[in-house]
């Protein structure tokens, strides 16, 4: 891992390869760690800088709130201290897609590529926003353990839940080790993003949109609807997945990232 000062923050990073660069942006309240497979495999043939986002992993924390935009400047900030002139493809799963979008607003000219993982374009419903609210003050009062426990069977296939202890254990762990700062900062950003649909139809970059056949949280059929609006998105699933298909079929996973990385 590199430690790098990126916007006044401590961020920690992956930087592993050469060749095209890969930005591999986690999930929340996930680390750079959700990605070891795909690291360890892309990173034969491109550059991966996999960060933990500020709040999480090894990276310094922020507390109040962190927007998208923030997390969006972050990275382009990260690409800058790394010496990256380049144009990166992005690959954002979930709140790592929020984040996308906000990219895409803010640095389209940068991007090479996206890569859109079990993710979505809308904005928090005012009911969903509140409740991230309530959540963020009770991961401060009472720490990660009970987030842990309501959202690991949210995250995965509930034949990963039943059956794969080694990665239930490792996500488990993940949740557990985030800074409650960290998460809620995270929780409070992601109910004010806006609505990224009126996007869509403007990605001019080539587009994979990667889906988890059991994912639900973002179900498949609202991944295939985001993909049909972005004007160049090709469209896979993972089958014997959740909301986590890196974590759950690496192998696919990583092969549908790399096709697509053949642009
Ligand atoms: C994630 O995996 O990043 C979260 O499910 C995103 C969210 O809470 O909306």
Known sequence: ??????????????????????????????????????VEVLSGRFRVIAPDL?????????????TMDQF????AALVDALGM?????????SMGGYIAFAFCRKYAARLRGLVLCDTRATADTPEAAAGRWETAQRVLREGTAPLADTMLPKLLAPAT?????AIVAALRKMILASDPRG?????RGMAERPDSTPLLTEIACPTLVLAGQEDALSPVDE???????IPSAQF???????HLPPLEQPAETTAAIEGFLRL
């Open 236 to 242: 896979v699933t993972i089958s014997g997945a959740g």
């Open 54 to 66: 500020r709040g999480f992993g090894q990276s310094g924390v922020a507390a109040g709130t962190v």
């Open 183 to 187: 998460i809620a900062a995270a929780l």
């Open 223 to 229: 991944m295939q609807a985001l993909a049909r609006q």
């Open 85 to 93: 002139h380049e144009r990166v493809v992005l690959c954002g799963l």
């Open 1 to 38: 891992m590199k430690t790098l000062s990126v916007n006044g923050v401590r961020v920690a990073t992956v930087d592993r390869g050469g060749g095209l660069p890969i930005l591999l942006v986690h999930g929340f309240p996930l680390d750079h760690t959700m990605w070891d497979a795909q």
């Open 72 to 75: 969006a400047d972050d990275l």
């Open 161 to 165: 839940l039943a059956k794969r202890p």
